[in-house]
């Protein structure tokens, strides 16, 4: 089997800061709730760009970091759960934005988990074989799908994107990875997409609503269990102690989530790097900007473990441990 290596990171948001105060016009909150339920002050929300749009500057920013000729990438993978069209996929687009002529490309639904099932899948090309070098992306406009009225979610997320460069490599730079599903609780977090609308189905005046609804305690709960179980696993599976790890990179969906996985994990919440307070739940890109952000700031050096954690709609989860090389 082949070794993999992660060789470059990038991330986009857009300019526009939506903070906390400003959310309170429009919804009945306040900044106080907002930040003492989720750690959020502020998320960045799109004033026209779509999910490709942001997912092409991410990519363009981890191939430059990777120093790769964009003809080398063999194999894109974009998660998301808000694609810009049913057909093509967002993959695609950012294929001819990009002009990665040499690439198949494809898009995956895994929610907040999907650049853990991104990475996961593209490792698994690199060993085998197949291809050399991937492009993984998560970038989401949660924005569209959101119900700006419903003060439960829409004060939650935010948009943005970004993107990940493996190749095959001389060392192994994936330690270990794991994921799991449990669609039995599918309903916990759903957005539906467009109802069976033929001329059979007697639905033709159904009225189709695609935003996003939550049951927050649910997940809550789900994802303080999966957080403390992957960082449990993956640190046995590659015999490490948790002091040994640099940095946990959870899907930065809820300062109180981490908090509660880190008092029952016995550990400093330190270890996990944050930086949701910026941004909020940016679904599959959170995981891949805060990762540029620590490469960026070269908060790791050559040796250091990280783990990457993501949770979320599915019910999806997902833990890589990388090894910075
Ligand atoms: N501002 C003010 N009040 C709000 C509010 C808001 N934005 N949202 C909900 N409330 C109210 C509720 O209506 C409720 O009022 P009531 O007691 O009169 O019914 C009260 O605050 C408490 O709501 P509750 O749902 O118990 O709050 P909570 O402590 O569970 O926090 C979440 C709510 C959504 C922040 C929390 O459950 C959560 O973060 N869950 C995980 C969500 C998540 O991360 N999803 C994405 C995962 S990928």
Known sequence: MNKVEIIGTGSYVPSKIVDNNELSHTVDTSDEWI???????????????????????????????????????????????????????????????????????????????????????????????RFNTALVIGAETLSKIIDWKDRNTCILFGDGASAVVLRKGEEEGILSIKTGSDGSKGRALICPAVPVNNFLSGNEMYLNKSTVSMDGKEIFKFAVKVLVKLVQELADESNCDLEEIKYII???????????????????????????????????????IALDEVYKKSLVKRGDKILIIGFGGGLTYGGIMIEVL
């Open 250 to 288: 959870p899907h930065q969906a809820n300062y109180r989530i981490i908090e509660c996985a880190a008092k029952k994990l016995g550990i400093n919440s330190n270890k996990f790097y944050t930086n949701l307070d910026l941004y909020g739940n940016t679904s599959a890109a959170s995981i891949g």
């Open 35 to 129: 930040i003492s339920r989720t750690g959020i002050k502020q998320r960045r929300i799109s004033e026209g760009e779509d999910t490709s749009d942001m997912a092409t500057k991410a990519a363009i920013n981890a191939i430059k970091s990777a120093k790769i000729e964009v003809s080398d990438i063999e194999l894109i993978i974009l998660a998301t759960a808000t694609p810009d069209n049913f057909i093509p996929s967002t993959s695609c687009i950012v294929q001819k934005n990009i002009k990665a002529v040499n690439a198949t490309c494809f898009d995956i639904s895994a929610a907040c988990s999907g650049l853990i099932y991104g990475i996961d899948a593209a490792a698994q090309f690199i060993r085998t074989g």
